[in-house]
């Protein structure tokens, strides 16, 4: 079992940047990525952006150049750095944790971004 806890939402203008944490406790010796997930008002959940444990990224294309995935190992705990965030980037985020037997979802945070 692993639990989650974010932080580091917000309200934003746009332009603006924002940085996320995420702290994965319990099993954490079995993760094999981790990363953030957005979902908007009436749509579906997305992957925005992930890291495995040897430090592979994967960004979605919306976000690439502007946002950055990194990790502590020893702290177990991710974070997403926002940087020129635009209206369309409001969501709530969602830390997620792969393990081989399971998927973890944090809490989620809301991140707006103002015009």
């Known amino acids: 079992q692993v639990h989650l806890v974010e932080s580091g939402g917000g309200l934003v203008l746009a332009g603006g940047s924002l940085r996320l944490s995420c702290a994965a406790s319990g099993s954490v010796f079995s993760i094999v990525a981790m990363g953030w997930y957005r979902q908007a008002p009436g749509k579906q959940r997305e992957l925005v952006t992930t890291i495995t444990s040897g430090g592979r990224t994967n960004y979605a294309d919306s976000v690439k150049g502007r946002f950055t995935i990194s990790s502590d190992n020893a702290k177990n705990t991710v974070y997403l750095q926002m940087n020129s965030l635009k209206p369309e980037d409001t969501a709530v985020y969602y830390c997620?944790?792969?393990?081989?037997?399971?998927?973890?979802w944090g809490q989620g945070t809301q991140v707006t971004v103002s015009s």
């Open positions: 997620m944790v792969l393990t081989p037997s399971a998927n973890y």
